[in-house]
């Protein structure tokens, strides 16, 4: 198994414009979480799917953050417009309940 | 609501040394408790779990006990080694099964020969 794919690793843009993060979960696992890690605040969970339907967005620090699972391979975080303070390290993450979560190798988005 | 505190670091050892990492939790319910280790550049991978009181889990040479009376789950190796150098992060769950997850804000270990 590949585990938990993101793409892409890095990711430097100027702000004001649109940054898409992607993720392709564990083939079999029905749970997939966006984290964000940053020194100031650690690790937070932004939002979570059950069967690509999102349970929990509370997260999610506001409306220029948005996330979609179309199909159970397939997750977007998208940011727009993206700010300074969006810079950080974005983790997928995905389970079952049989299994522990599983993460991603994360990308990092510095906004510039 | 639930939440993880964990000691403060960096913590430096010398190789061999023992270690422990202090780990406390508030949770409303029977929460499942969680270490996981992060390595430079990677993501977050389990270390060990534990789902009810009086549970040890342990892997590669790390254990922790689920202490309900003091609501904790400290880390602990006997010996720990360079390759033992990560960030490692408490964790809850208060649902069936293992998520989601609440995490502690981590702690860098840094072990040196």
């Known amino acids: 198994d590949a585990g938990v794919i993101q793409s892409p690793r890095h990711e430097v843009t100027e702000m004001g414009q649109e940054v898409t993060l992607r993720c392709k979960p564990i083939s079999g696992h029905d749970y997939l979480f966006w984290y964000r890690q940053t020194m100031m605040r650690g690790l937070e969970l932004l939002i979570y799917f059950n069967n690509n339907v999102p349970i929990d967005d509370s997260g999610m620090p506001e409306d220029r953050f948005s996330a979609k699972m179309p199909n159970a391979s397939f997750s977007t975080l998208k940011i727009q417009p993206s700010e300074p303070r969006d810079s950080a390290v974005y983790f997928c993450?995905?389970?079952?309940?049989?299994?522990?979560?599983?993460f991603g190798n994360g990308t990092r988005l510095t906004v510039t | 609501g639930n939440s993880v505190t964990q000691m403060e670091g960096p913590v430096t050892l010398s190789e061999e040394a023992f270690l422990t990492i202090n780990c406390t939790y508030t949770?409303?319910?029977?929460?499942?408790l969680f270490w996981y280790v992060q390595y430079p550049g990677e993501g977050l991978q389990l270390l060990l779990k534990a789902t009810k009181a009086d549970d040890k889990g342990s892997n590669k040479g790390f254990e922790a006990t689920y202490r309900k009376e003091t609501t904790s789950f400290h880390l602990e190796k006997g010996s720990v080694q360079v390759s033992d150098s990560a960030v490692y992060f408490c964790a809850l769950s208060i649902y069936s099964g293992n998520t989601p997850l609440v995490f502690g804000k981590g702690t860098r270990l840094s072990v040196i020969a």
């Open positions: 993450a995905s389970s079952s309940l049989s299994t522990p979560l599983h």
């Open positions: 949770a409303t319910g029977y929460p499942s």
